[in-house]
């Protein structure tokens, strides 16, 4: 049932309307108020739950009349809420996770943190050497019943209602669990960190999970978050997962996420990072054949001279619908950002790039270049693209482009005057073009295996 306005009487010149809420708004409420006593926390965090659904009671699910949503309409893209994910009893073994992450990101060393259907359930043994000292980390559920970690609480409160955050909001009502981590000051980190949320229910669920990270003055730390199903469960699931990022002075922090899953998945990501002084973030996001996905991200730099590289690949087909949307906000001196995103689109499929970058009257000499680029193969794909700056600074150097593009013909018929088959030479274009996103993976280990899932998605698309 789609929302619908009706005029509901008129005061001088104000007009009083009433919305009618969609059948998965109605749910959404209704089972919050069913499941809320399982969810853990004590009254602290109840209350935010409270304010949190209340906020979103009260505007409901994004849709096209809201800017930044414009190309992205919640309210016609969930036709139903899908039961929350309370608890979860089941264990995870090395061959769960393979079978989850595949074997080429399986594979990676790191320390493994995982999720199972919303909850955490293990730290399984490093892969490689020890990731070293120096970091900690609790499930986010414990954190919430320690009401003296300041840090913790002041990310974790942040932002919960409000028609720009109904993805926040959702995700503080429903959260079940997630991962708090901390690197100390001046800590080096060996071996990634590996984030897996995994779902296997045999059933549609909805997940809510969050993840906070702070990197300490001097730290350096890789982060590697991955949301991904078991084929043979159930591959319907819905899915809010938040992840707040904070880096300390000449901090450094390399952040990657996979998210895939297939035509029945709707994932509904959220980024905060703030960086300090002289601070590095290299992030990077590979969504892979996922139904509807909206990766929306917000950096903030807090301290002078920091550096910001975010990239992205976004690989659709049938009738996938690809959100990234992107906020960069300068508000101090010297800082750089970079950020490219790419998308390849098959058959029907759907990608959106809006990516907005504000420089406040204060952040001079800001260095910011922005581009974003789609692969078009077939007529029916469609590529969506907002790049916006914002100036209010006058020693700055920023720019930003957008293209799209099919395939070349003539380079093309250049590869088969060579002797090379029509689909390998498809497969070496699309791949070329997918690759100078993926170089943007410093870690060669990580490069790969990112690339290696790229190829196997890639295959489908390439023999034509």
Same mark, same amino acid.
């Given at each position: 049932?789609?929302?619908?306005?009706?005029e509901? &009487?008129?005061?001088?010149n104000?007009?009083?309307?009433?919305v009618?809420?969609?059948?998965?708004?109605?749910?959404?409420?209704?089972?919050?108020?069913?499941?809320?006593p399982?969810l853990?926390?004590?009254?602290?965090?109840a209350?935010?739950?409270?304010?949190?659904?209340a906020?979103?009671?009260?505007?409901?699910?994004?849709?096209?009349? /809201?800017?930044d949503?414009?190309y992205? #309409?919640?309210?016609t893209? /969930?036709?139903?809420?899908?039961?929350?994910a309370v608890c979860?009893?089941?264990?995870?073994?090395?061959a769960?996770i393979?079978a989850?992450?595949?074997?080429?990101?399986a &594979?990676?060393?790191?320390?493994?943190?995982?999720?199972l259907?919303?909850?955490?359930v293990?730290?399984?043994?490093?892969?490689?050497?020890e990731?070293?000292?120096?970091?900690?980390?609790r499930?986010l559920?414990?954190a919430?019943?320690e009401?003296?970690r300041?840090w913790?609480?002041q990310?974790f409160e942040?932002d919960?209602?409000?028609?720009e955050?109904?993805?926040?909001?959702?995700n503080?009502?429903f959260?079940t669990d997630?991962i708090?981590?901390k690197?100390?000051?001046g800590?080096r980190?060996?071996l990634?960190?590996?984030?897996?949320?995994?779902?296997d229910?045999?059933s549609?669920?909805?997940?809510a999970?969050?993840? /906070?990270?702070? /990197?300490?003055?001097?730290a350096h730390?890789?982060? $590697?978050?991955?949301?991904?199903? $078991?084929?043979?469960?159930?591959t319907a699931?819905?899915?809010?997962?938040?992840?707040?990022?904070? @880096?300390?002075?000449?901090?450094?922090?390399?952040?990657?996420q996979? *998210?895939?899953?297939?035509?029945?998945?709707?994932?509904?990501g959220?980024?905060?990072?703030?960086l300090?002084? #002289?601070a590095v973030?290299?992030?990077?996001?590979l969504?892979?054949?996922?139904?509807? !996905?909206r990766n929306?991200?917000h950096?903030?730099f807090?301290g002078?001279d +920091?550096?910001?590289?975010?990239?992205? *690949?976004?690989? &659709?087909?049938?009738?996938?619908?690809i959100d990234?949307?992107?906020?960069?906000?300068?508000?101090?001196?010297?800082?750089e950002?970079r950020e490219l =995103?790419?998308?390849?689109?098959?058959d029907?499929?759907r +990608?959106? =790039?809006?990516?907005?970058?504000?420089? +406040?009257?204060e952040?001079?000499k800001?260095?910011?270049?922005q581009m974003?680029?789609?692969?078009?193969?077939?007529?029916d794909a469609? =590529? #969506?693209?907002k790049?916006? @700056?914002?100036?209010?600074?006058?020693?700055? +150097?920023c720019?930003?482009g957008s293209?799209?593009a099919? *395939?070349?013909? #003539?380079m @093309?018929?250049?590869?088969?005057?060579r002797?090379?088959?029509?689909?390998?030479?498809?497969?070496?274009l699309?791949?070329s073009?997918?690759?100078e996103?993926?170089?943007? $993976?410093e870690?060669?280990? *990580?490069?790969?295996a !990112?690339?290696a899932i790229?190829?196997?998605?890639?295959?489908g698309?390439?023999?034509?």
């Amino acid at each position: 049932m789609m929302a619908s306005f009706s005029e509901a &009487g008129r005061v001088g010149n104000e007009m009083s309307v009433a919305v009618t809420r969609t059948e998965a708004e109605e749910q959404l409420v209704r089972q919050f108020a069913k499941v809320a006593p399982e969810l853990p926390g004590g009254a602290r965090v109840a209350e935010l739950r409270s304010k949190a659904i209340a906020g979103f009671a009260l505007t409901g699910l994004p849709h096209r009349r /809201i800017e930044d949503w414009k190309y992205t #309409d919640l309210r016609t893209g /969930i036709k139903a809420a899908y039961p929350p994910a309370v608890c979860s009893q089941a264990k995870v073994d090395e061959a769960l996770i393979r079978a989850a992450l595949g074997t080429a990101l399986a &594979g990676v060393p790191c320390i493994a943190l995982v999720m199972l259907n919303g909850r955490y359930v293990a730290k399984m043994p490093p892969r490689g050497q020890e990731a070293g000292t120096g970091w900690e980390f609790r499930s986010l559920a414990a954190a919430m019943g320690e009401p003296d970690r300041s840090w913790f609480w002041q990310n974790f409160e942040r932002d919960v209602g409000g028609s720009e955050s109904a993805v926040q909001a959702l995700n503080t009502a429903f959260l079940t669990d997630g991962i708090v981590l901390k690197v100390r000051e001046g800590a080096r980190l060996e071996l990634p960190i590996h984030v897996i949320s995994i779902t296997d229910a045999k059933s549609p669920v909805a997940l809510a999970t969050r993840t /906070i990270i702070r /990197i300490e003055p001097g730290a350096h730390a890789t982060v $590697i978050e991955s949301h991904v199903g $078991i084929s043979h469960a159930s591959t319907a699931r819905q899915a809010t997962a938040v992840t707040e990022i904070s @880096l300390g002075e000449a901090a450094e922090a390399r952040h990657i996420q996979y *998210l895939s899953g297939g035509a029945d998945v709707v994932h509904l990501g959220r980024w905060h990072v703030s960086l300090g002084k #002289d601070a590095v973030y290299r992030g990077f996001q590979l969504t892979a054949g996922v139904g509807l !996905a909206r990766n929306e991200t917000h950096i903030q730099f807090t301290g002078p001279d +920091a550096k910001l590289d975010l990239s992205g *690949l976004m690989l &659709g087909r049938g009738k996938d619908h690809i959100d990234t949307t992107l906020v960069v906000n300068h508000t101090t001196t010297g800082c750089e950002g970079r950020e490219l =995103f790419k998308a390849v689109l098959d058959d029907r499929a759907r +990608a959106v =790039f809006q990516g907005k970058v504000i420089v +406040a009257p204060e952040a001079q000499k800001t260095d910011g270049k922005q581009m974003a680029q789609a692969l078009m193969l077939s007529e029916d794909a469609e =590529f #969506d693209s907002k790049p916006e @700056l914002e100036i209010y600074a006058d020693d700055v +150097a920023c720019g930003h482009g957008s293209t799209a593009a099919e *395939l070349d013909e #003539d380079m @093309l018929f250049y590869l088969r005057s060579r002797g090379i088959p029509l689909a390998d030479a498809r497969a070496m274009l699309i791949e070329s073009f997918a690759t100078e996103a993926l170089e943007k $993976i410093e870690d060669e280990t *990580l490069r790969e295996a !990112a690339r290696a899932i790229a190829v196997a998605w890639l295959g489908g698309a390439t023999a034509r």
